[in-house]
C-alpha cells in the first residue's frame, strides 16, 4: 500500500489517521479526498509532509469524482460521513447521500478498478443498546437513530460487493472517539469549550447515566490501520477503548479538568430513541495484535489541555453555522 485514499481526511478522526500513516510508513502517500462540510477543516492538517500528501476537494456522493480519486491508490480507507445523532433526528437526507450512496460508489469503483483493500470505518452505535456484556460481530445490528441507520446501510452495501463480487471489503465498528480537533457538536468538546466559557453544560435529562465506552483518537487510528493491514476482507473488526463511563461522570471529569463547579450543568429534554449503554468486544481485533495504549485519565487531560491552549481553532468554529444549529438544538441559553 504505497499510495492511500483516505475519504473525509480533514475531518477529526480522518485527519489524525492521515497523520499517523505519514508518521508510521515513510514510504506512504496520501491523498486525501474531503468535500469540506462544516465538519472538515483542512487546519487539522497544518503542516503535513506536502510531498507524500495530496488533497482533492470532492464528494463521496460524486460517483465520477470518487472514481477518479481512486484510480490512482491501492486502497480507500472512507472516513467520510455524517455523522451527528443529533443532526439526523433533525434530517436525515443528507445522510442518506454520504453514508449509503457514497458508500456505494466508493464499492463500485473499487469493484471496476479491482482495488486492493476498502475499509468502511463505521460505529458501534450500529448495534443498538445492550443492557449487559458487549456486542461481537457476529450479533445482529439494531440501529435506533437515523444516523446509526445509514451507517448500518453503508455496511450492508459494502458487505453485500464483497459476497457478489468479491471487493476486498473490511469493516471497522469504533466505540466513542475522543480528542483534539473534534467539532465542538460532539459532547466531549461541546462540554469542554462551554466550560472554558463558563456556559451550560446541556446534558441529556435522564440520559446522564446513559454509558458510553471512551477511545482516543490514536487509539482508533491504530485499529483501523491494524484491520487495514492485517485484516481479512469480508471481515468486520469492533474498536473498543475499555473506558465504560456514565454520561454524568464524563461531564464531571470535565468539570474538574476545567476548574468549574457543578452549577454549569443544564438539564435539557432528552432525544429520542437516546440509546442507554455502548459495549463492544475488541477481541477479534486484539488476536490481530492490536491493543488499545492511551489511559483515560491521561487521554482526558491532554484532550482538555489541547482545547485550552488551541483556543482560536474552536472559537472560529464556534460561530456562523455552528451557532444556529447550537441555538436550534439547546435553545438560545442552552
Known sequence: MKRILVTGGAGFIGSHFVRYQLAQYPGVHIVNFDKLTYAGNLDNLAGVDES???????????????????????????FAAETHVDRSLMGASEFIDTDVRGVYNIVEAAKQLNAKRVLLVSTDEVYGSIDEGAFTEDDPTGPRNPYSASKAGGELMGRAYHQSFGVPVIITRGSNTYGPNQYPEKVLPLFVTNAIDNRPLPLYSGGEHNVRDWLYVEDHCSGIDCALRNGAPGEIYNIAGGNERENIALTHRILELTGRDESLIKLVPDRPGHDRRYAIDASKLRALGWRPGMDWDEGMALTVQWYQENEPWWRRIKTGEYLEYYKKQYGENG
Open 52 to 78: 507524500r500528501y495530496t488533497f482533492v476537494r470532492g464528494d463521496i456522493a460524486d460517483a465520477d469524482a470518487i472514481r477518479a480519486a481512486m484510480e490512482s491508490c491501492d486502497a480507500v480507507v472512507n
